[in-house]
């Protein structure tokens, strides 16, 4: 099970850090990653981290801007978010999937309910 917190509203420029906790399973086979959903549109990848921390990947639009990182003995993945501009507003989803292949790829087969982010120009 999965449980994102953290989202809420906050001017652009501003900074949230997001939360997503795990339980029911061992954390650290997991490959975690974020995804969020716009209004109207698709749900997108943002970042993924490796199940031991070592290895991070972002979607070009958050990179420099938005840092991955988890805490294996708190089960816990994170996901930093500074500059937000107005087009980072959406509901963000964190996800887990199996230890292997690429972290961008689809196969994220665990998923947390969202939490609401919205940025105010």
């Known amino acids: 099970q999965l449980q994102a917190s953290g989202g809420g509203l906050v001017q652009a420029g501003g900074s949230l850090r997001l939360s997503c906790a795990a339980s029911?399973?061992?954390?650290?086979?997991?490959?975690m990653g974020w995804f969020r959903q716009a209004p109207g549109k698709e749900r997108d990848f943002i970042a993924a981290i490796r199940w031991s921390g070592g290895s991070t990947y972002y979607e070009d639009s958050v990179k420099g801007r938005f840092t991955i990182s988890r805490d294996n003995a708190k089960n816990t993945v994170y996901l930093q978010m500074n500059s937000l501009k107005a087009e980072d507003t959406a509901v963000y989803y964190c996800?887990?999937?199996?230890?292997?292949?690429?972290?961008?790829?689809?196969?994220?087969?665990?998923w947390g309910q969202g939490t609401q982010v919205t940025v105010s120009s």
């Open positions: 029911g399973r061992t954390f650290s086979d997991y490959n």
């Open positions: 996800a887990a999937k199996g230890p292997y292949g690429s972290l961008w790829l689809p196969g994220y087969d665990y």
